[in-house]
């Protein structure tokens, strides 16, 4: 009888290709997303999941969010018929057994408290369908921007413990690994204030900076800053789960 073994998982790829990518037309080129109903976890600012309702043909889409001023914000959208959103995290998942086909986390899962990271890898396995798919996509603890973002949020730890999660949940037998990518995407500001309203002054989270701690971090960002304004890159790694069959 042959034996499927599961591929040694990695947190990061030093050896990763450099030039970034789109992770969306990434996503869209990988997932089975025509005609499929998709749970996107951590929906933000719901960008990604207009292109998966106008340009991916999703069949349905459930997009949670955590943060109630985002959520508000999203529920003013009114032109995504395919679209529902609904506040909730990863860990209380409002939706039937096997009612998905893709479930998507976007740099979120690190966003999970750490006591629940395996509740939510739980709930995430129980929604999909047998055979249905989970991207999960996470920051590498490396890169331009994070070597600006972590003297004000370092996220080291919940990133190692997000990567831990999912390692166990593929020990376990939840979820299948499928595939493991490593890439680059960027990140363009035109300035220090817009890198201060999208980064600092986020709804999601309470950054108090101190007035020199300020300096250091707009400093750091003028110290890549050309006449077009800063591109940032990071690192990025993806976990393909499978629910199995």
Excluded at 62 to 90: M, T, Y
Excluded at 96 to 106: R, T, W
Aim: glycine share 6%; net charge negative.
């Amino acid at each position: 009888m042959d034996v499927q073994l599961t591929p040694p998982m990695k947190i990061a790829d030093p050896a990763a290709p450099k030039p970034p990518v789109n992770e969306v037309k990434l996503m869209l080129a990988m997932l089975p997303v025509a005609g499929a109903r998709i749970l996107e976890l951590g929906c933000g600012r719901a960008e990604k999941t207009r292109t998966l309702a106008e340009t991916g043909g999703a069949q349905h889409i459930l997009a949670l969010e955590v943060d109630q001023v985002q959520h508000a914000k999203n529920l003013q959208i009114d032109d995504l018929p395919s679209v529902r959103f609904a506040q909730g995290g990863a860990e209380a998942i409002p939706a039937e057994d096997e009612s998905f086909d893709i479930v998507i986390m976007l740099k979120s899962l690190h966003h999970v408290r750490p006591d629940a990271l395996d509740a939510a890898l739980g709930e995430i396995a129980r929604v999909l369908r047998p055979g249905g798919l989970a991207w999960i996509s996470e920051p590498v603890y490396a890169g331009e921007l994070n070597e600006i973002m972590r003297l004000f949020h370092d996220e080291k730890l919940v990133r190692q413990a997000a990567f831990a999660a999912v390692c166990r949940a593929v020990e376990s037998g939840r979820l299948r690994l499928r595939e493991e990518l490593f890439f680059s995407t960027r990140s363009h500001f035109a300035d220090f204030a817009q890198f201060d309203a999208r980064m600092i002054r986020v709804t999601h989270s309470q950054h108090a900076l101190s007035p020199e701690l300020y300096r250091e971090v707009e400093e750091r960002f003028s110290a890549h800053l050309t006449p077009n304004g800063v591109t940032l890159l990071s690192p990025q790694r993806v976990d393909l789960l499978e629910k199995p069959r």
